[in-house]
């Protein structure tokens, strides 16, 4: 690239150092690239005061908008963030390693969580119709904000536990405020959950070819087949929807789960499969046939 590229990014810490792997990645491929970092503030930001604003794409919406009026060349997301399909003229890429899928306790008195009457802080519709499901009254909590500003709410014992992504928590180097992480394929993550990914725009076909250099063959295939499932039930980010899917000896390994957001209703689905949109495709079929359009609420 002969002039620098500009990389834009949520204002906030995890994003940050989001940013910086995927500069440091870019570096590596290229010690000559010049990359300018502009930090921009989304809905899902300013919806940690406010709860009213936000929705789907609140954490990505103004870093697309700044790729397709040119203010940008590419976002730095996290790809559990993103929509399942992105905005027409943009393309997108998973970069580097999976870090650690699953979802995480963060209690400093782990006898009390997960138990009858414990306050468990989450604004994640999934998590919440999970933990509903898991332990039958227990109190969620809504908690929004950055992970400090939920830790703070936890060490000044405003709720028990948080449950909290082990990714976002690793790459801030707080893995010793982890409790107990949960076994994804029971509290199944959100889909592409601890992936971080890059937008750019179609037209940018030198950077792309840069940006395919730091794809991880396996991680992109993963990402490709859990959206997939997301898009074929119509499911949003407001629907209680798990999708973890990962390679074994075995060939490629499926979760899925649709709830209802109380928990009163889990459907269910694991399989095994050497190829893996046959794998996509059976988690569709299976969750179809087991009702998931239902509860989702589509047609």
Same mark, same amino acid.
Request: charged share 25%; hydrophobic share 40%; proline share 5%.
């Given at each position: 690239?002969?002039?620098?590229?500009?990389?834009?990014?949520?204002?906030?810490?995890?994003?940050?150092?989001?940013?910086?792997?995927?500069?440091?990645?870019?570096?590596?491929?290229?010690?000559?690239?010049?990359?300018?970092?502009?930090?921009?503030?989304?809905?899902?930001?300013?919806?940690?005061?406010?709860?009213?604003?936000?929705?789907?794409?609140?954490?990505?919406?103004?870093?697309?908008?700044?790729?397709?009026?040119?203010?940008?060349?590419?976002?730095?997301?996290?790809?559990?963030?993103?929509?399942?399909?992105?905005?027409?003229?943009?393309?997108?890429?998973?970069?580097?390693?999976?870090?650690?899928?699953?979802?995480?306790?963060?209690?400093?008195?782990?006898?009390?969580?997960?138990?009858?009457?414990?306050?468990?802080?989450?604004?994640?519709?999934?998590?919440?119709?999970?933990?509903?499901?898991?332990?039958?009254?227990?109190?969620?909590?809504?908690?929004?904000?950055?992970?400090?500003?939920? +830790?703070? &709410? /936890?060490?000044?014992?405003? $709720? =028990?536990?948080? %449950?909290?992504? @082990? !990714?976002? *928590?690793? #790459?801030?180097?707080?893995?010793?405020?982890?409790?107990?992480?949960?076994?994804?394929?029971?509290?199944?993550?959100?889909?592409?959950?601890?992936?971080?990914?890059?937008?750019?725009?179609?037209?940018?076909?030198? +950077?792309? &070819? /840069?940006?395919?250099?730091? $794809? =991880?063959?396996? %991680?992109?295939? @993963? !990402?490709? *087949?859990? #959206?997939?499932?997301?898009?074929?039930?119509?499911?949003?980010?407001?629907?209680?929807?798990?999708?973890?899917?990962?390679?074994?000896?075995?060939?490629?390994?499926?979760?899925?789960?649709?709830?209802?957001?109380?928990?009163?209703? /889990?459907?269910?689905?694991?399989?095994?499969?050497?190829?893996?949109? @046959?794998?996509?495709?059976?988690?569709?079929?299976?969750?179809?046939?087991?009702?998931?359009?239902?509860?989702?609420?589509?047609?």
């Amino acid at each position: 690239m002969t002039r620098p590229i500009r990389v834009c990014t949520r204002s906030s810490k995890l994003a940050r150092i989001q940013t910086d792997t995927v500069c440091t990645t870019l570096r590596a491929l290229d010690p000559n690239l010049q990359l300018q970092v502009l930090e921009l503030s989304t809905s899902g930001d300013r919806a940690d005061a406010d709860p009213r604003l936000g929705g789907k794409g609140e954490f990505t919406r103004e870093l697309e908008s700044a790729l397709l009026d040119g203010r940008a060349d590419v976002a730095v997301h996290s790809l559990k963030d993103l929509p399942a399909t992105v905005p027409e003229g943009l393309t997108m890429l998973p970069v580097g390693p999976r870090v650690d899928a699953r979802d995480a306790i963060v209690s400093n008195n782990t006898t009390c969580v997960l138990r009858h009457g414990a306050r468990i802080g989450t604004s994640s519709v999934r998590r919440a119709a999970l933990l509903k499901r898991r332990t039958p009254g227990i109190e969620i909590r809504q908690v929004r904000g950055n992970v400090d500003t939920r +830790l703070a &709410k /936890l060490d000044r014992g405003e $709720v =028990d536990g948080l %449950v909290l992504a @082990a !990714a976002g *928590l690793r #790459r801030l180097g707080l893995e010793h405020r982890i409790a107990q992480a949960l076994d994804p394929a029971l509290f199944v993550p959100s889909p592409c959950q601890g992936i971080i990914a890059v937008e750019f725009r179609e037209d940018g076909d030198e +950077l792309g &070819k /840069l940006l395919g250099n730091a $794809v =991880d063959p396996d %991680v992109a295939t @993963a !990402a490709s *087949l859990e #959206r997939s499932v997301v898009r074929a039930l119509g499911a949003d980010c407001l629907t209680p929807l798990g999708v973890y899917v990962t390679r074994s000896r075995k060939g490629w390994v499926g979760h899925g789960i649709v709830l209802s957001p109380n928990g009163s209703q /889990l459907l269910s689905v694991s399989r095994v499969s050497p190829d893996g949109k @046959a794998l996509a495709d059976e988690l569709v079929r299976s969750l179809d046939g087991l009702g998931a359009r239902e509860i989702i609420g589509r047609p």
